[in-house]
């Protein structure tokens, strides 16, 4: 892991090339995010607010905007590389629980707080059976690159649904606290 930092477009985009990530698939999650998170009921949603919390998941919608698979760096466990394959979560597509499913933060939710980049190509989900939103971030480094490739191998998976990827940056969101 390395130090927190803002990071601009063009280092969002150059780190993006580096952990093959395709351009046109690229945004930055919006740091209002954080305020989004916060304003949930702390006695309801504890557990929940702290895994949406994370700077590294995989979170897997199906057609009908349902969270169907989670994936986050805190139930990954593993030292030095995190384990994001422990009990061969990922050879099934979507692949098998790992953190708990919720319904806080729905697709339509998770769409308001993504800001596109210069590169991004605008895409409609009706055209996709799953929509597999990734964060990453520049300063987690390898640990963000394995997960990626672990998320683009399991969509390799399935050969009768249409899926598509997009993959939100999220280091200042963390730089600003």
Not at 36 to 62: E, G, I, M, V
Not at 75 to 88: C, T, V
Request: net charge positive.
């Amino acid at each position: 892991m390395k130090n927190y930092k803002k990071v601009d477009e063009k280092a969002i985009l150059r780190y993006s090339k580096k952990y093959n990530i395709p351009l046109v698939d690229g945004y930055e999650l919006d740091t209002s995010y954080i305020s989004f998170l916060s304003s949930l009921d702390t006695t309801r949603y504890k557990s929940q607010r702290q895994n949406h919390y994370q700077p590294l998941q995989a979170l897997y919608y199906d057609k009908t905007g349902q969270l169907q698979s989670f994936q986050i760096n805190c139930y990954a466990g593993g030292f030095p590389n995190l384990h994001w394959d422990r009990n061969g979560i990922f050879t099934t597509f979507p692949p098998r629980q790992q953190a708990p499913l919720d319904s806080i933060v729905q697709f339509d939710t998770q769409l308001k707080f993504l800001r596109v980049l210069s590169q991004t190509k605008k895409f409609s989900a009706d055209n996709y059976d799953y929509i597999v939103i990734v964060y990453w971030s520049r300063f987690a480094g390898r640990q963000s690159k394995r997960l990626i490739r672990f998320v683009q191998d399991n969509s390799k998976l399935t050969t009768d649904k249409k899926v598509k990827i997009i993959y939100a940056n999220t280091d200042n969101i963390f730089a600003g606290q």
